[in-house]
């Protein structure tokens, strides 16, 4: 069975840091892309960053460059995102979603990811 859990939310003062986690089960990192996506309430689901199939490539969205940082360890089978100097903007429940792709690329549009997680709550209190 193909599942994400997300853990690592909670709250968080502006200026702190947080890592959540994206633990694949039944995944093979190797053969899958993986986003994280946030949303916060009554906005759309917006990208974050991204990982590659073979874990070289990443991608992240203006917003949090400098800030966030997406890695994974294959042996946990696990995909993190490193969130430093967090702005109450960043409040929103955060995604991870997988896509099955053969190519060293990824997206960070939702439509593009075939699996997801069922989130984790990030707040930032100012």
């Known amino acids: 069975q193909l599942t994400l859990a997300e853990s690592g939310g909670e709250l968080v003062q502006a200026g702190g840091s947080l890592r959540l986690s994206c633990y694949a089960s039944g995944f093979i990192l190797d053969y899958v892309a993986i986003g994280w996506f946030r949303q916060a309430p009554g906005k759309e689901r917006e990208g974050v960053s991204c990982i590659t199939s073979s874990g070289e490539g990443t991608n992240y969205v203006d917003s949090v460059k400098g800030r966030f940082t997406i890695s994974r360890d294959k042996a946990k089978n696990t995909v993190f995102l490193q969130m430093n100097y967090l702005e109450p903007e960043d409040t929103a429940a955060y995604y991870c979603?997988?896509?099955?792709?053969?190519?060293?690329?990824?997206?960070?549009?939702?439509?593009?990811?075939?699996?997801w997680g069922q989130g984790t709550q990030v707040t930032v209190s100012s």
């Open positions: 979603a997988a896509k099955d792709t053969v190519q060293d690329m990824c997206a960070t549009h939702p439509n593009e990811y075939d699996y």
